[in-house]
């Protein structure tokens, strides 16, 4: 098999398909991107339509081969895509019901009563709002003939396999995030299963990381513009795929996504769980993924200038309170944010916990808040990275960032000073798409060598060493992704520590309170509207 073919990279996320195709040294030579729309049927439910992801797919990937000269160069397709949401098949092949995501928060109870610290060694994953196990046990309080009628339930990799090849199959690092896999043995747990009332014939098969599922069918090939099958290679989760993209790998590396919700992620050849993180199935076979979340980061960064900002001539709003923020000392004037717009993720998982603003005084305005908000994700960012580091014993050096709030140089500035840590600003902005691409050029070379050829099954085998892409630069022996080079400032250090002392104590100070909170919201939730006029 030749190694100098093009492949199409696809990213399958939360708001889009995006269809990538690149050459031999990673250049993007084409791509495209179809919008996918999640509804909220109720307060906490997030959904969408499983056939959306096939349908936005094929679109995407069919635009980005109509833009070549000539399809037939394409040598391997791989996917990539949103963690933990999952969808539940008939035996004609259509969704039982709507898909469930990995944002969902409808199970609540479950989560109280199922997450224990059994499944939490079992799985890697602390008891949260985002692994499938929760949602799936939902279903079979709620819906069981869902559950009772499924032929297949599996990942949004597995769908579009499913589509693409005709085989229900999936990645070892996709498969993990259902929240179903004994991480440690590397395959479904029977316990799991049983805990969430799944049957293993209703899940996919597992394919290693970087391994051929299957060649896509004609009609699949057809389809998306291709002139015959090619290899459908095992691709990872979003997170991980961005981490390999970004060379996070290498001992002292963290990936940091910088988006609508914020996650760190280091890499470990053994296996830990503790809740100073989620530990999931790694970028490479036989390691490890430590995971820290803030559910709420740019989200609330958004939310702050669409409600108190100004609309400028473009029609974006709350321009003017970067402009402002940036103008305002550290500390916001003594103003602190604990961003819990959606609850508290690592290290404390508290489904209750929410925002709090602590030391207003009238001389702050709505650029203090920003600013104070802004911050206040720097702070969480560097609670995650010291029990992180408490637990692994080994220290984040270099943080390599991407995602929407990345764009933003004040906001870089602020986390690179309160961490204390070199950021790196990635060039690349379809960055997990650029993972995937990595591992089907890493199939094709191992393909070509005579040393890759498809597995059906699962492989504990380590794949080839790392390719560098070539819209990278590097230097010997390590993978140095393009971009941007920010340094802590060492003069605002003492202000940012004295800052965090108190920052670090604002969760314990109120966490009884969110609980009470919650209770009396749905008291008053419980009560009758007063009638008109009153």
């Known amino acids: 098999m030749s190694t100098t073919g093009l492949v199409i990279a696809v990213d399958c996320s939360t708001t889009a398909a995006k269809a990538v195709v690149l050459d031999s040294a990673g250049i993007v030579v084409a791509q495209a991107s179809y919008p996918l729309r999640t509804t909220q049927p109720r307060p906490a439910w997030h959904e969408q339509d499983a056939e959306q992801w096939w349908a936005a797919t094929r679109s995407a990937v069919a635009e980005a081969v109509g833009a070549l000269a000539d399809p037939g160069r394409v040598a391997a397709l791989c996917l990539t895509h949103q963690r933990e949401s999952f969808v539940c098949l008939g035996s004609g092949g259509r969704p039982l019901r709507p898909a469930i995501l990995w944002l969902d928060g409808r199970a609540h109870d479950e989560i109280a009563s199922l997450g224990t610290a059994r499944v939490h060694e079992l799985s890697g994953k602390p008891p949260d709002t985002t692994p499938a196990i929760y949602k799936?046990?939902?279903?079979?309080?709620?819906?069981?003939?869902?559950l009772a009628d499924a032929v297949h339930i599996g990942d949004v990799q597995a769908y579009l396999a499913w589509q693409l090849t005709g085989r229900w199959a999936t990645g070892l690092g996709s498969a993990d995030t259902l929240g179903l896999f004994d991480l440690q043995r590397g395959d479904w747990s029977a316990e799991l299963l049983d805990?969430?009332?799944?049957?293993?014939?209703?899940?996919?098969?597992?394919?290693?990381?970087?391994?051929?599922?299957?060649?896509?069918?004609?009609?699949?090939?057809?389809a998306l513009g291709l002139p015959g099958p090619v290899p459908l290679v095992a691709g990872i989760g979003d997170g991980q795929s961005a981490g390999l993209a970004l060379g996070a790998t290498e001992p002292g590396v963290a990936y940091l996504n910088l988006g609508t919700s914020m996650v760190l992620g280091i890499q470990s050849d053994g296996y830990r769980w503790d809740a100073a993180f989620r530990t999931l199935a790694g970028?490479?076979?036989?390691?490890?993924?430590?995971?820290?979340?803030?559910?709420?980061a740019a989200y609330v960064a958004t939310w702050c200038r669409e409600q108190f900002g100004e609309p400028d001539a473009d029609g974006a709003t709350g321009a003017e309170l970067e402009a402002a923020a940036a103008l305002i000392p550290i500390g916001a004037e003594g103003l602190l944010t604990l961003p819990y717009w959606n609850a508290a993720q690592t290290p404390h998982w508290d489904a209750l916990a929410r925002g709090a603003t602590l030391g207003w005084h009238g001389r702050h305005t709505a650029a203090h808040l920003y600013r104070s908000i802004l911050e206040g994700v720097g702070f969480e960012l560097r609670l995650h990275l010291e029990r992180l580091e408490a637990v692994t014993g080994e220290r984040v050096e270099v943080i390599r960032v991407v995602g929407g709030g990345a764009r933003s140089p004040l906001w870089i500035r602020i986390v690179t000073d309160i961490t204390g840590r070199a950021v790196r600003v990635c060039a690349d902005s379809e960055v997990s798409a650029a993972g995937a691409g990595v591992l089907a050029r890493e199939f094709l070379a191992r393909s070509a060598a005579g040393s890759g050829t498809a597995s059906s099954t699962r492989s504990s085998a380590r794949p080839a060493e790392r390719t560098a892409p070539a819209e990278h630069t590097a230097q010997p022996g390590r993978t140095e992704p393009a971009g941007r080079d920010v340094l802590p400032d060492p003069a605002v250090a003492p202000g940012y520590d004295a800052l965090f002392a108190v920052y670090r104590q604002m969760y314990p100070a109120l966490r009884g309170l969110f609980g009470e909170l919650a209770a009396a919201a749905q008291t008053v939730a419980r009560q009758k509207p007063p009638g008109p006029g009153r």
Request: glycine share 4%.
């Open 136 to 146: 799936l046990a939902w279903l079979a309080r709620h819906e069981p003939s869902i």
């Open 195 to 222: 805990l969430a009332g799944v049957r293993a014939d209703q899940l996919p098969e597992l394919v290693a990381t970087g391994d051929q599922i299957a060649l896509l069918t004609p009609d699949a090939a057809r």
């Open 283 to 296: 970028i490479r076979p036989a390691t490890y993924t430590f995971e820290t979340v803030l559910n709420a």
